[in-house]
C-alpha cells in the first residue's frame, strides 16, 4: 500500500514540476501562435544604430535595466541591447548599442539618462 502512496506522490510531483517549468505563454498558445511569436519581428527599414557610453552604469542587474527600460521607452527606440562585457554578471564595459528609427535625437536621449541619475553619457566615436 505504501509503494502505491509514492508512486502517486513522485507521479503528482513530476506533474507539478512540468506545469512550473512550462512559461504561461507556451502552456495557453496555440502552436500556430507559438510560431507566430518565434518569427523575428521586422526591423524598419529606416533605422540606424549607434553606442552610447554610459560611465555611471556598473551593475547588470540594476543598472543596465534601467537603462534599457528608459531608452526602449522612447518611441524613436527599437532595441537597446548591452555590448559584450569580458566577465558574466559584470559590467566592465558600460556601453549600450541603440537601435533608433528617423527623428531620433541623441542629445535627448542622453538628458533622459542624466535625469535618471547616469550623467555623463556621450557617443562612442
Known amino acids: 500500500m505504501r509503494a502505491i502512496a509514492y508512486v502517486t506522490a513522485i507521479v503528482v510531483a513530476a506533474a507539478i514540476m512540468f506545469f512550473i517549468i512550462q512559461s504561461p505563454e507556451e502552456a495557453t498558445s496555440t502552436p500556430e501562435q507559438q510560431a507566430a511569436s518565434s518569427v523575428a519581428p521586422e526591423v524598419d527599414v529606416n533605422t540606424a544604430s549607434l553606442t552610447l557610453n554610459v560611465p555611471d552604469m556598473h551593475c547588470p542587474f540594476a543598472c543596465y535595466p534601467n537603462v534599457k527600460k528608459t531608452l526602449e ?3 524613436d527606440v527599437v532595441s537597446v541591447e548591452l555590448v559584450p562585457q569580458k566577465e558574466e ?3 566592465d564595459t558600460p556601453q549600450v548599442v541603440v537601435q533608433y528609427k528617423d527623428g531620433f535625437v ?3 536621449a542622453i538628458a533622459q539618462l542624466g535625469e535618471l541619475g547616469f550623467a555623463g553619457s556621450t557617443v562612442v566615436e
Do not use: A, E, T
Open 106 to 108: 541623441v542629445d535627448n
Open 89 to 91: 554578471g559584470v559590467i
Open 73 to 75: 521607452g522612447r518611441d
